[in-house]
């Protein structure tokens, strides 16, 4: 017999999203019950954007350092893994304890619950040995976790996940990062920058396939220049031990091999595990399905990762408001995703939003692109080594307006800022050409962009 407890709202999963949407409905005066198996925070600030950008900014000192040669004198790097390590058990994870953020949760009026929690029927969860009745409905927050690919043998060897490769502590000689999307990618460059031998292994055409085309080619002659070996268009189709090291087979008549293997091929949601059936929803389905309040069904809402509409912290805390006000039965605006920005912090910074081209064409619209190549800009000419990038610009023809643009470079994921905002406003084409960009930005490359276009 389950010990049972109501309340006026659960919480299911405390990542940035839900702790978000709990926070505020206790401090509207609801009894809100938060329910988290992991860490409060989620994998943000403990595994992901966090302590992952603090490698990166280290990574980029090294690499900046090492610019110094026929720019402004000479410098010697010696690469230490040591503070990285210090630094993100210091400074981003405290040690991976979260008493702060459940101390903050329950600061702002939360009732938290530590375990796996399961939705066993409309405004039931079970956790534990409790069942927590809600009387207004449950919100999903429940997150992703890694994809493995059901590759034969890697069952077999001890992989790393991104969560085994923020946590390290002394730097394996090799690597072999099965993944070329943004979170592959950028932990190949920052322990190549550390003196690692990476390899990286792409299924698809080209690096972070979810980016334009010309971004993946750009930064696969980085990595290449930085001595990754990077293969594309290639499937992992065996793991095995070779002696000290995990040996990958591919599927061209290849191999390669190193002494450890990092999977970055991407995550999922488990609807099935959250319980989803129970009322009523397919949880065969990738996503957990919403609409644009973020309803599920009766009495239950999602936010976050597990809604498929952005793996980012940025998407969740965007779902929040609009979650709590549906909860709350306020009239507010309905979620929009036409200019969700993402950025890659590899060096260079790959930063878009909206619409590829390739995605416009599908949509049926009639395409301009511009583009635009950071040598080639005044400050990209300026800034010289370590220059490599673009800026390229998506266009309705027919009504005249941004659907989608990226930004590569030193500042990619600044420039991207400028033009979130012209994709998200629908400002007009003839705006952006009339605006006075600043001499000599990186942002004035949209400028140089722009006059792509007419080409």
């Known amino acids: 017999m389950k010990r049972e407890l109501e309340t006026d709202v659960v919480v299911l999963g405390m990542g940035p999203g839900g702790e978000d949407v709990g926070g505020r409905l206790a401090q509207a005066g609801l009894e809100v019950v938060g329910i988290e198996r992991d860490l409060v925070g989620g994998e943000c600030p403990y595994w992901g954007c966090v302590p992952s950008k603090m490698m990166l900014r280290a990574a980029h000192l090294l690499a900046e350092a090492r610019r110094v040669r026929g720019m402004a004198g000479d410098a010697v790097v010696r690469p230490d893994w040591a503070p990285v390590a210090r630094r993100i058990r210091d400074e981003a994870t405290d040690t991976w304890n979260d008493q702060v953020a459940v101390e903050r949760f329950e600061g702002r009026g939360g009732r938290f619950l530590r375990g796996r929690g399961r939705v066993v029927g409309p405004g039931s969860v079970a956790v534990g040995d409790r069942l927590v009745r809600a009387r207004r409905g449950v919100v999903i927050a429940t997150g992703t976790s890694p994809a493995i690919p059901p590759v034969p043998g890697l069952d077999q060897v001890p992989y790393w996940t991104n969560r085994e490769a923020i946590e390290v502590e002394e730097l394996p000689s090799s690597l072999v990062v099965l993944g070329g999307g943004a979170v592959g990618v950028e932990l190949a460059q920052v322990f190549a920058r550390f003196g690692v031998d990476v390899t990286v292994v792409e299924a698809l055409d080209r690096l972070v396939p979810a980016d334009e085309p010309e971004v993946g080619r750009v930064l696969a002659e980085v990595l290449a220049g930085e001595g990754v070996d990077v293969r594309v268009g290639v499937k992992a189709t065996e793991v095995h031990r070779d002696g000290a090291r995990v040996a990958v087979e591919l599927d061209d008549g290849t191999a390669v091999a190193g002494a450890q293997i990092l999977v970055a091929t991407g995550r999922r949601a488990d609807l099935a595990t959250i319980g989803v059936g129970s009322v009523g929803v397919d949880h065969s389905q990738r996503w957990l399905p919403v609409d644009d ?43 929009d995703y036409r200019a969700v920005p993402h950025v890659t912090f590899t060096d260079p910074e790959i930063g878009a939003v909206g619409l590829s081209e390739e995605a416009a064409q599908e949509a049926g619209l009639v395409v301009r692109v511009g583009l635009a190549r950071v040598p080639e800009t005044a400050r990209g000419w300026i800034h010289k080594s370590g220059n490599e990038g673009l800026i390229k610009l998506v266009v309705d023809a027919d009504r005249g307006v941004l659907v989608g643009a990226t930004a590569m470079g030193p500042s990619g994921g600044e420039v991207i800022g400028l033009l979130t905002l012209a994709v998200h406003a629908e400002v007009p084409v003839e705006h952006l050409r009339r605006m006075i960009y600043t001499y000599p930005t990186f942002h004035r490359g949209v400028e140089d962009a722009l006059r792509g276009l007419d080409a």
């Open 293 to 335: 309040h973020l309803r599920v069904t009766d009495g239950v809402w999602g936010v976050g990762d597990v809604t498929g509409k952005g793996a980012f912290t940025h998407v969740a805390m965007y779902q929040s408001p609009i979650a709590v006000a549906d909860i709350l039965g306020e009239e507010g605006p309905p979620a």
